[in-house]
Nanobody
Framework: VQLQASGGGLVQAGGSLRLSCAASGRTFSMYAMGWFRQAPGKEREFVAGISWSADSTDYADSVKGQFTISRDNAKNTVYLQMNSLKPKDTAVYYC????????????????????WGQGTQVTVSS
């Protein structure tokens, strides 16, 4: 699976962005998908994940109620809608694919994700 993330940019605090991650390959619908982020000087962290069927989602506590993950298996694309953005959301955002999810379980660990996109920069100004 090859992943291409897009949609990042510069936005003022309180604004919104929608990230997209387009996947190649016919097996996209078999993978759980996740979004991670890495701020300067910090470790990469889980942000949101969605099961292959879209029946289950999981979010980091820091973004619950603020970010929404979704997917369109017909378009081989996963999305991250980010609202009410704050300067602390500034980071490079990565999409990733995991073969370990189930209908009811969404992987949240970096090690569970085998395929990674190149990252897209999100900068939130105060």
């Amino acid at each position: 699976v090859q992943l291409q993330a897009s949609g990042g940019g510069l936005v003022q605090a309180g604004g919104s962005l929608r990230l997209s991650c387009a996947a190649s390959g016919r097996t996209f619908s078999m993978y759980a998908m996740g979004w991670f982020r890495q701020a300067p000087g910090k470790e990469r962290e889980f942000v949101a994940g969605i099961s292959w069927s879209a029946d289950s989602t999981d979010y980091a506590d820091s973004v619950k109620g603020q970010f929404t993950i979704s997917r369109d298996n017909a378009k081989n694309t996963v999305y991250l809608q980010m609202n009410s953005l704050k300067p602390k959301d500034t980071a490079v955002y990565y999409c990733a694919a995991s073969p370990y999810g189930t209908i009811s379980y969404v992987p949240t660990s970096l090690g569970d994700y085998n395929y990674w996109g190149q990252g897209t920069q999100v900068t939130v100004s105060s």
